[in-house]
């Protein structure tokens, strides 16, 4: 119902980090506390993607449609190897990498939001970081899901 600048950049910045903190957790203690299940591993991903989907959507005034574009090919791929993981009733551990890959884009995505007047920086320089911050975010984003899909054709062999 509210547009993302209708937010104040720090309640915008909590509000993402919120969300990319809340998927960290659910894992945690799920596995702390034994309550893994075979439905939490099909559904647990699925809601994952929705939700950081819907995530980007709403934020995409803040950054390049290209790098929209990019993430919503990355979800799609990992989507189709998350499907061919059920079908095939294999098992792929979720990497260190991938969770840092994840953290990464969430840190883009903060980053995206900030109004460089809030921490006195310059403008200039402060979007130039942030835009070498999301292309490196993305790379690292896209060979943790490469690394991701090879796994899942090595193990099929």
């Known amino acids: 119902m ?3 600048e209708e937010f104040s950049n720090v309640n915008l910045i909590l509000i993402i980090a919120i969300i990319g903190i809340s998927d960290s957790i659910d894992g945690i203690v799920a596995r702390k506390f034994n309550l893994v299940s075979k439905l939490g591993i099909i559904l647990d991903p699925v809601t994952d993607r929705i939700v950081f989907l819907l995530l980007i959507f709403w934020l995409s005034s ?12 990355r979800e799609i791929l990992v989507s189709i190897g998350g499907l061919f993981v059920l079908k095939k009733q294999k098992t792929v ?3 260190n990498k991938g969770k840092a890959g994840t953290a990464l884009i969430f840190i ?13 920086v310059n403008f200039s320089l402060f979007v130039t970081f942030v835009d070498y911050f999301l292309i490196f975010s993305l790379i690292f984003y896209y060979f943790v899901a490469l690394e991701y899909l090879y796994n899942l054709i090595k193990k099929n062999e």
């Open 62 to 73: 803040f950054f390049n449609i290209n790098f929209l574009v990019l993430l919503v090919i």
């Open 93 to 95: 551990k979720v990497s």
């Open 2 to 4: 509210y547009e993302p």
């Open 108 to 120: 883009s995505l903060c980053l995206s939001a900030l109004d460089p007047a809030l921490i006195n």
